[in-house]
């Protein structure tokens, strides 16, 4: 009996050399699954379709764009047989690197797919949603808010552009924190939670994070000068900033966090406002890696 697989395109593919890098995928991946190519007209009926693809026993979900439809596939796979395969297009990619799969070559994603390896790991829950990457609460939820509300620039520009225009006008945040069950208070200019080291197309806010361990790794970034944050900032692509006296780690199972005016956003999607609970999901997925 043949293997079924649905691959879900992300809804806002349409470019036509998208639409042809979707044929060839599917191209790649007959060669060891019967395919069906599922396309949704949103991301709400892209989220049915996904689920359907569970309900009726497919063998496997592939998803290709971005975080986004990744994120919009775990809560139809979490908890679920159905493996998870990631062909990564998009802006960020921040799940294909926190796996070590292909970014932006699809046809070597799909022939990982095929090669049929597979892993379990570990998402965190907030709210009923499921993410893979990190949760954003404070000055990089707002940058995440400003930057997808950008058409321009592509990439990790984006980010830094919105990075800076939200700079001029932040302040840091009087955070409520409950850590496993201790209550904590900081000021802060921001609390993020990692299930992965990074977001934001690579910026390792939550290096050391382990999509393994059954933990989540909660990083607070005390008040620090604009011009501080600026200096910074490069660090963050290589998790140097471990070592900035305005960084503390805590790693945790549930966290609630609670701070005023404030959107969460996971994955790179917006979520819900604080105050919420996170809690570490141990081996909720299975996907395919090398």
Known sequence: ????????????????????????????????????????????????????????????????????????????????????????IGTGNDVARALGLPRRRPLEAAGAIVAGRTRTIDLGRVDGTYFATVLATGFDSLVNERANKMRRPSGQLRYTVATLAELRVFTPLHYRLELDGAAVEREAMLVAVGNAPSYGGGLRMCEGADLHDGLLDLVVIGPISKRELVRVYPRLFTGSHVRHPAYERHRVTTATIAADGIVAYADGERVAPLPLTVAAVPGAVSVFVL
């Open 1 to 88: 009996m043949s293997r079924r697989l649905g691959l879900l395109v992300n809804p806002a593919t349409g470019r036509a050399r998208h639409l042809g890098q979707a044929t060839a995928v599917v191209e790649r991946l007959s060669a060891g699954f019967e395919v069906t190519r599922l396309q949704g007209r949103d991301a709400a009926d892209a989220a049915a379709i996904a689920r359907q693809v569970v309900d009726e026993g497919y063998d496997a979900l592939v998803v290709m764009g971005g975080d986004g439809i990744v994120h919009l596939a775990l809560g139809a796979v979490a908890g679920t047989t159905t493996t998870l395969g990631v062909i990564a």
